[in-house]
Every structure is written in C-alpha cells, then in structure tokens.
C-alpha cells in the first residue's frame, strides 16, 4: 500500500515537473531562428549545398556520416525533451517514438544502438525517485522492442527538470539512406500523423488541475470529450514512424523531415532550405485532432495552429514524393498500420525558397 500511495503521489508530482504551458515551451526551446544564427558560425552548417554528397553534418534530423571502410555510413540522432504527460511509462515511449523519427526520417529503418538519456528532478524525494524513473525506463525499452532494438542505460542524472531522450544510431550502406534534399516541382507533401498534440495534451492536464484555460474549456466540452481528444494524442505520439520510413524507400521518396518542436511550418522550411533546388512548399491541407481547432478558437490559439505554427511531439513525417506514388503511399500505409495519411500540400519552383500555408486551407478533423 505505501508503494501504492507514493505512485500516485508521484505520478502528481510528475504532472508539477511537467506541466509547462505550450508558450512556455517556446521559451525553453532555442526558436529555430536564433539557433539558425548560433549554427552560422561552425564551420559544419550545410550553406546548404557545400556539404560533400552523402554527408549531412548540423541543419537536419539526423547526421549521416561516411566512415572510412567498407562503404558505411553512420546515421546518427541526440533528442531529449521535457516530460508532457502523467503516465510515465507513455512519457518513455513518448520519448522513444520521438527520438527515433529522427532517424526515420533519413528512411533508415533500424536502429543499431539506442542509449537512453534521462535525468531525475531534484525535488524527487528518493522514494519518489525509486517509483517514477523505472517506469519511464520501462516504457522507453517497451517502444525499443516495438522497433526491433535494444536500450544501454548508462545512469542517471540529478536536473532541476526531468529530461528524457536517448542518442539513436544506425550504421548502413549509403543506398538505404534517404537524403533530404531531392524535392522536385510537382511532387506532393504527406503528413502521416494529425496536428495538435500539444493542445490536446495540455487540455487533459487543464482539466486535471482546473485551470483557468479549463474553465473556459468546459463551457463547450465534457471531461469525456477532453479524455478522449488525450488519447488520441497520446496513441499517436507513441506510434513509430518506422513503417513510413520503409515505405519511403518503396515509393522513392525524394525529401523527408519529423514534426515536432519547430512545427509543421517550422520544420517544413528548415526542409526547404536543404533542398538542391529553389522551392516553395504549399500547404492546403492541415489534418488536426477533432475538437482541436474548437479548443484554438476559445482559447485564442486558432490562428497559430492555423498557420502551421503550433509546437508538436512525436509528431508525423512530411514526406516529398512524386504525385503518382502519393496516393499509392497513403492506402499502403493504411493498409500496414490501419492510420492514414494525408496529401497536405505540393511544391513549385520560386525564387525565395519559403514555405506557404494557404490561407483558409482544407481543415481536416481526425
């Protein structure tokens, strides 16, 4: 029974550490912008076609690295992030999920070596400590054996806040590598998971403490509506983006990044900017949790997420391929995972590579 009572203690303890405001999320994460600046000085930054081909170094998901002998490369990824939900086992194989589409992301669909980062706050009590990290531990290696690796824990560090993410890497021959910089005019952009998990997370958590964002909440939504809008986040952040990666070689894909802290957009143009050719992305389509536009109108977030601008975790892969293999894409990974994919956008040639999100595009409830 103690046990018992300090895992919920715990658990709400988790939810203190944890819950930060999607603004305040911003404010912790270097926006893109800045770090942008701060990667113009190392010599390494991609400008963005100086790097040798078959090398990607600092700019994008994952390094890929040539190594000496026998024609290999080595395909590598550090992610760590702030916990962002109560159940510490999801919170591991959040963390997983979201470390490994990295990785996914170049097409590589095994991971070699998984280590796992994670850090114990400092106000943990001991017994705290003892309940709380081998559960997140827990969860992280469940989503590890989902991928088909294994997890080294080398220890633990003592943080002010609770960190969680792991170094991925993957060493390969460079043909099972999908560089991120082949997009062409008239090929169309897939999203393979919806938009919205920050807000749909944090309004479970709102509801939970009462808060004042969810007293105007619950002026238009029923705890039931809230719980499931949370799981539906949840299911898709755990879920690997291990199967699109490997169709990603299937339907010869020519460019692909993860969504997550930056946003659709954000990500999208850091894409862009990758790209061989001078590229605009247009997006007309935006999939989002269902509900999650309502909770963005009440709240006064609309416009953001609207824009492609909201923060995501563990988000979908967006995907460059040619029109023809698009749809083909989309009913094979349905078919594979019983989840859809979504045709969101194209490309065109421009003069200023950029990205677009039309204005009142195609909403799409999920």
């Not at 952009?189 to 938009?195: D, F, N």
């Given at each position: 029974m103690a046990n018992e009572a300090s895992a919920e203690n715990s658990s709400a303890e988790l939810v203190e550490v944890r819950n930060i405001e999607e603004s305040d999320l911003e404010m912790l994460e270097v926006p893109q912008g800045v770090l942008t600046k701060l990667l113009a000085g190392v010599d390494l930054l991609p400008g963005r076609n100086t790097l040798p081909a078959g090398r990607i170094e600092v700019g994008m998901d994952s390094a890929v690295i040539p190594l000496a002998r026998n024609n290999l490369v080595l395909v590598q990824s550090v992610d760590f992030f702030y916990p962002l939900v109560d159940d510490p086992v999801v919170m591991g194989r959040i963390a997983f999920a979201n470390m490994a589409s990295d990785i996914y992301a170049t097409g590589v669909d095994v991971?070699?070596?998984?280590?796992?980062?994670?850090?114990?706050?400092?106000?943990?009590?001991?017994?705290?400590r003892d309940v709380i990290i081998p559960l997140i531990v827990k969860g992280f290696r469940e989503a590890a054996v989902e991928a088909g690796c294994e997890v080294t824990v080398r220890g633990f560090?003592?943080?002010?806040?609770?960190?969680?993410?792991?170094?991925?890497?993957?060493?390969?021959r460079p043909e099972e590598v999908i560089y991120p910089g082949n997009a062409v005019p008239g090929d169309v952009?897939?999203?393979?998971?919806?938009?919205?998990t920050q807000l749909a997370t944090n309004a479970y958590l709102w509801m939970l403490d009462d808060s004042d964002?969810?007293?105007?909440?619950?002026?238009?939504?029923?705890?039931?509506?809230?719980?499931?809008i949370y799981r539906k986040a949840v299911d898709s952040m755990t879920f690997l983006n291990r199967t699109a990666a490997q169709l990603m070689h299937k339907y010869s894909a020519h460019?692909?990044?993860d969504i997550t802290g930056f946003g659709l957009v954000g990500h999208a143009r850091n894409l862009v900017g990758f790209q061989k050719n001078s590229l605009k992305f247009i997006v007309n389509i935006l999939p989002i949790f269902g509900n999650v536009e309502k909770m963005a109108r009440i709240l006064g977030r609309e416009k953001k997420?609207?824009?492609?601008?909201?923060?995501?975790?563990?988000?979908?892969?967006?995907?460059?391929?040619?029109?023809?293999?698009?749809?083909?894409?989309?009913?094979?990974?349905?078919?594979?995972?019983?989840?859809?994919?979504?045709?969101?956008?194209?490309?065109?040639?421009?003069?200023?590579?950029?990205?677009?999100?039309?204005?009142?595009?195609?909403v799409i409830d999920v």
């Open positions: 991971l070699d070596k998984v280590s796992m980062i994670c850090s114990c706050p400092e106000e943990f009590s001991e017994v705290e560090a003592v943080n002010p806040w609770c960190i969680l993410g792991g170094v991925a890497t993957s060493i390969c952009l897939v999203l393979t998971k919806p938009l919205g964002s969810w007293r105007k909440l619950k002026e238009s939504f029923e705890e039931d509506e809230i719980l499931q460019a692909a990044t997420l609207l824009a492609g601008e909201a923060v995501e975790t563990s988000g979908g892969l967006l995907i460059a391929l040619k029109r023809e293999f698009a749809m083909e894409f989309c009913q094979e990974f349905k078919e594979k995972t019983s989840r859809k994919a979504w045709i969101v956008g194209f490309v065109e040639d421009s003069v200023s590579p950029d990205v677009e999100v039309v204005e009142g595009c195609t």
